[in-house]
């Protein structure tokens, strides 16, 4: 297909089971997502992560660059 073309042509196997259309900027963005939480390591380290949050073990980034002197 040229980038003149207005045409896009689809297979119909796709079409019955959905399309999405994206720039693929976007498309590689959500690829790499999807790659990081497939890790299970980086799935363990956002659980403990949310588990910090909500015992309140956090602190605003305003009291961190007071910490920081910054």
């Known amino acids: 297909m040229t980038?003149?073309?207005?045409?896009?042509i689809l297979p119909k196997a796709s079409i019955k089971k959905g399309v999405a259309i994206l720039?693929?900027?976007e498309y590689e963005k959500i690829k790499e997502d999807l790659e990081m939480?497939?890790?299970?390591?980086?799935a363990k380290e956002i659980e403990k992560a949310r588990k910090e949050v909500k015992e309140g073990k956090v602190i605003s980034l305003k009291e961190l660059e007071r910490k920081l002197n910054l």
Do not use: A, C
Request: aromatic share 0%.
């Open 3 to 8: 980038k003149s073309s207005k045409n896009i």
């Open 23 to 25: 720039p693929l900027e």
């Open 37 to 42: 939480l497939q890790s299970k390591k980086l």
